[in-house]
Nanobody, 118 residues
Framework: QVQLVESGGGLVQAGGSLRLSCAAS????????MRWYRQAPGKEREFVAQ????????YSADALKGRFTIAGDNAKNTIYLQMNSLKPEDTAIYYC???????????WGQGTQVTVSS
């Protein structure tokens, strides 16, 4: 079992920044990669970014490159999402997701709310 806990959300004005964190615990040695997703009201959950513990590679959604940056600390089993130049359309619940060895990907955190005011 893997447990994921997000933190760092909040209310920010447009143009501001936030940094989200997601800490993994439990059988963390089984994690191959960790991802951020977000879900805005009335919309489907969408992929934001991924960091791989194998090779430490990162990947972000094209639409968010330049504003959002993902980073990971393998030793702390924690990933971060630095969000800059925030826009009202970035308002969403941001979720952390773990990809385990063998491809299982149904471990999610409880989410952290990000609200960007105009």
């Amino acid at each position: 079992q893997v447990q994921l806990v997000e933190s760092g959300g909040g209310l920010v004005q447009a143009g501001g920044s936030l940094r989200l964190s997601c800490a993994a615990s439990g059988r963390t040695f089984t994690i191959n990669a960790m991802r951020w997703y977000r879900q805005a009201p009335g919309k489907e959950r969408e992929f934001v970014a991924q960091v791989s513990w194998i090779g430490s590679g990162t990947y972000s959604a094209d639409a968010l490159k330049g504003r959002f940056t993902i980073a990971g600390d393998n030793a702390k089993n924690t990933i971060y999402l630095q969000m800059n130049s925030l826009k009202p359309e970035d308002t969403a619940i941001y979720y952390c997701n773990a990809i385990l060895q063998g491809g299982r990907s149904d471990y999610w955190g409880q989410g952290t709310q990000v609200t960007v005011s105009s």
